[in-house]
T-cell receptor
Framework: GQNIDQPTEMTATEGAIVQINCTYQ??????LFWYQQHAGEAPTFLSY????GLEEKGRFSSFLSRSKGYSYLLLKELQMKDSASYLC????????????FGGGTRVLVKP | EAGVVQSPRYKIIEKKQPVAFWCNPI?????LYWYRQNLGQGPELLIR????????DSQLPKDRFSAERLKGVDSTLKIQPAELGDSAVYLC???????????FGPGTRLTVL
């Protein structure tokens, strides 16, 4: 089976930095995704990591350590519009390339 | 390019009634997924199609849920009869052959009374 853990909720101030951690246990790891989901809307793709290291994309960066089963999503220069849920999801070859989601981390950005 | 289209966006029904959801994928995307998302949780896979073939329906409650993708493009997901616990958002996602990234539709929010 697969297990994905991420914090339920985080609060941060506008302009600050927030780091959302995700730990996973899976067999046949084949990549990790981060999605952003605003309330009542569809998840939208943010990043994909399959190799160890940091992927930077504007204000958002994602890091992966396969040996530790660990990833984080870093949000810099927070804006009010970044208030959303952030979903960590792992794709597993052993499960036929099935994507399994964590419960999501709700980030609240305060002025 | 148009994204994944789903309809209806909202549906309210009484328990024991049937309900159907429709999904139109991004053009050229052969793989289609149906997920269920309960409030405050991540999406959970119900079924995955490769073209018209259901390649993973292990988590679809087959006593009341059914799905089809007859021509390998549009798909429908049906619940009959609906139960109170089926209240959730039903998301459709699709992906093309050259990527593992799934693109989601806006979802159908189902409320069963």
């Amino acid at each position: 089976g697969q297990n994905i853990d991420q914090p339920t909720e985080m609060t941060a101030t506008e302009g600050a930095i927030v780091q959302i951690n995700c730990t996973y246990q899976t067999s046949g790891f084949n990549g990790l995704f981060w999605y952003q989901q605003h309330a009542g809307e569809a998840p939208t793709f943010l990043s994909y990591n399959v190799l160890d290291g940091l992927e930077e994309k504007g204000r958002f960066s994602s890091f992966l350590s396969r040996s530790k089963g660990y990833s984080y999503l870093l949000l810099k220069e927070l804006q009010m519009k970044d208030s959303a849920s952030y979903l960590c999801a792992v794709i597993s070859k052993a499960a036929g390339n099935k994507l399994t989601f964590g419960g999501g981390t709700r980030v609240l950005v305060k002025p | 390019e148009a994204g994944v289209v789903q309809s209806p966006r909202y549906k309210i029904i009484e328990k024991k009634q049937p309900v159907a959801f429709w999904c139109n994928p991004i053009s050229g995307h052969n793989t289609l997924y149906w997920y269920r998302q309960n409030l405050g949780q991540g999406p959970e896979l119900l079924i995955r199609y490769e073209n018209e073939e259901a390649v993973d329906d292990s988590q679809l409650p087959k006593d009341r849920f059914s799905a089809e993708r007859l021509k390998g493009v549009d798909s429908t997901l049906k619940i009959q009869p609906a139960e109170l616990g089926d209240s959730a958002v039903y998301l459709c996602a699709t992906t093309g052959s050259s990527t593992d990234t799934q693109y989601f539709g806006p979802g159908t929010r189902l409320t069963v009374l």
